[in-house]
C-alpha cells in the first residue's frame, strides 16, 4: 500500500490529523491495534480548552458538541473546609466545555468513516522503518497476513506505550521524567450532577475530583497509592471517600449511583526532545504525559496535530519544509509551559509521601493565594481555559 502520511494510533491525535490532513487534500491511512468498539468506549479525558472546541467546530465537527457539550465558565477549589469558585469568563472572557474524550473519538471515526477514510483496525505487531529515509515504511500484521505500507511521512499517534518513540535510535532523545508515588482511581456513576461545575478538593486524606460527563452521569476521581488494586475499593470505600473529601460545603452532597466504570491510572510527567526523528513526527501522549490535574493531555495532543497538519499543507501545497523543520520547537514550548501548569495544580493539590507539616501549610497558603488573588486566580484561569495555540 501507498499513502502521503501514514498514522500509527486512532486516539485523538491520529485521528485529528487524518481528519485535517483530509480537508487539506491530504491522503492518510491509520493503523490501529484495537478494535473500533474498544477506542469509541475508552472513557479518558474530559474537558476541553477553548482552543480545542474551535479546532472542532472549524473542522466541521462541532455538531454534536454544540448540544451535547456543557460549557463551564469555572471552577471551584475546596480546602480548609470550605469551596471557593475561580470564575474564568469574568477572569478571562473564556470558558470550557465538558465533552467527553470518547465523544470526539466517535465524532472523528464517523467523520473519517463518513469521507471513506482508510483505518484499519486490530492489526498486530505494527513496527516503522526507514524513518530517516523519504520513504519510511509501516509494517503490521492483519488477519495473519504481513502488510507493508510506504509512506512520504509516519505520524506516531501512538500513545505512550506505542512503538514509535521506542523505534527511535538509541542517543537521539532526551527524555525528561517525574514519576509520583500516587495514582487517580477514577469512576463514572450513573448519579446526576449536584455541582454545576467541577470541584479540585485538596483534602487531608487525599486529592478528590468532582467531575461530570452529562447531567445525569457523574466522573469522580480520588487519590490513592499507586500500588494499589482497584480490587480492595468495594463501592462502599469509594463513595466513602468521596463524600469525606468533597463535601466540605454545607449542603452538598454527592449524589451516588450505580458505577458504570472503574480504574486506577498512574500519575507521570513526561517529555521527549525533539518530537521528530527524520519523517517520524511524534504527537500526542507519544510525545508528552501530563498528569491530569490541569486537564491537558488531550488539549495538547489537538495543538501538536494542529501544528503538524498545517506544516504538512505546508509542504503538499507549496514544497515548502521551514513548518516541518520547526514542528518540535513550535510544539515543545506549549508542551513545557502545560508541564509547568499541570505540574503545579498536582502540587497543590495533592498529598505527598514525604510532605511535612510546612510543606501542608505552604500548600495551604498557595490555595488560599489563588483564590484570594485576582492576578493568581486570572493565572491559574488563563492557563486552564488553554494558551494561545501560538505558544
Ligand atoms: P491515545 O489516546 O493513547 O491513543 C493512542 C492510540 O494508539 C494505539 N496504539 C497502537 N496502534 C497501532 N500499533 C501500535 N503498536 C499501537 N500502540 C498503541 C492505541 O490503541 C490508541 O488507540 O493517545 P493520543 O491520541 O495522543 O491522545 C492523548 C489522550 O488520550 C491523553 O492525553 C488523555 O486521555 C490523558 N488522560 C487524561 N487526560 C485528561 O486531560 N483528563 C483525564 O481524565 C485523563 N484520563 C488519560 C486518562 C490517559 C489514560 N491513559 C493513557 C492510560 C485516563 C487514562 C487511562
Ligand atoms: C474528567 O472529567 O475526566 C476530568 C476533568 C478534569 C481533570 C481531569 C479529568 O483535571
Redesign the pocket.
Same mark, same amino acid.
Given at each position: 500500500m501507498r499513502t502521503q502520511v501514514g498514522i500509527? %494510533? /486512532?486516539?485523538?491525535?491520529?485521528l485529528l490529523l487524518s481528519h485535517l490532513l483530509h480537508l487539506a487534500g491530504i491522503g492518510s491511512v491509520i +493503523?490501529?491495534?484495537?478494535s473500533r468498539a474498544h477506542?469509541e468506549a475508552r472513557i479518558?479525558? %474530559?474537558?476541553l480548552e477553548q482552543g480545542t472546541v474551535d479546532t472542532l467546530v472549524e473542522s466541521g465537527l462541532g455538531e454534536r458538541l454544540a448540544r451535547e457539550g456543557l460549557v463551564h465558565r469555572g471552577i471551584h477549589l475546596s480546602f480548609g473546609g470550605a469551596r471557593h469558585a475561580i470564575d474564568f469568563e469574568q477572569l478571562t472572557g473564556h470558558s470550557v466545555t465538558i465533552y467527553g474524550?470518547h465523544e470526539v473519538v466517535k465524532d472523528l471515526l464517523d467523520a473519517r468513516t463518513r469521507a471513506g477514510a482508510d483505518i484499519v483496525f486490530e492489526?498486530e505487531e #505494527?513496527s516503522v522503518y526507514d524513518l530517516d529515509s523519504e520513504r519510511p515504511v509501516i509494517r @503490521?500484521r492483519k488477519d495473519g497476513q504481513d502488510q507493508e505500507i510506504v509512506c512520504d511521512f509516519i505520524a506516531g499517534?501512538?500513545? @505512550?506505550? %506505542? +512503538?514509535c518513540r521506542p523505534s527511535i535510535p538509541p542517543g537521539v532523545l532526551r527524555i525528561f521524567e517525574r514519576t509520583y508515588t500516587f495514582a487517580w482511581l477514577?469512576i463514572l456513576a450513573d448519579a446526576p450532577a449536584t455541582s454545576d461545575e467541577l470541584v479540585y478538593a485538596n483534602h487531608e486524606r487525599g486529592f478528590a475530583l468532582y467531575s461530570m460527563r452529562s447531567p445525569e452521569l457523574t466522573r469522580l476521581y480520588l487519590q490513592c497509592r499507586a500500588d494499589e488494586d482497584i480490587a480492595d475499593w468495594p463501592d462502599e470505600r469509594i463513595w466513602d471517600e468521596l463524600h469525606r473529601r468533597l463535601e466540605t460545603d454545607a449542603g452538598w452532597r454527592v449524589a451516588e449511583g450505580p458505577i458504570l466504570q472503574r %480504574?486506577i #491510572?498512574p500519575l507521570r510527567s513526561v517529555v521527549v526532545e525533539p518530537m521528530r526523528y527524520g519523517r517520524l513526527y511524534l504527537?500526542?501522549?507519544?510525545a508528552h504525559?501530563v498528569p491530569?490535574t490541569g /486537564?491537558?493531555? !488531550?488539549? !495538547?495532543?489537538v495543538a501538536d496535530v494542529r501544528v503538524l497538519a498545517k506544516a504538512l499543507a505546508s509542504f503538499y501545497r507549496a514544497g515548502r519544509t521551514a513548518l516541518l523543520d520547526a514542528y518540535s520547537a513550535t510544539c515543545l514550548e506549549r508542551t513545557w509551559r502545560v508541564q509547568r501548569f499541570s505540574w503545579w495544580m498536582t502540587a497543590m493539590l495533592h498529598r505527598f509521601d514525604a510532605s511535612t507539616e510546612f510543606d501542608r501549610q505552604i500548600q495551604l497558603a498557595e490555595l488560599s493565594y489563588v483564590t484570594s488573588s485576582r492576578a493568581a486566580a486570572r493565572s491559574l484561569a488563563e492557563n486552564y481555559v488553554g494558551l494561545p495555540l501560538s505558544v
Open positions: 500509527v %494510533g /486512532a486516539g485523538p491525535a491520529g +493503523v490501529e491495534s484495537r477506542v479518558r479525558a %474530559g474537558v474524550q492489526v #505494527t @503490521y499517534c501512538d500513545g @505512550y506505550h %506505542g +512503538v477514577g %480504574g #491510572t504527537a500526542g501522549d507519544a504525559i491530569p /486537564a491537558k493531555g !488531550l488539549n !495538547l495532543a
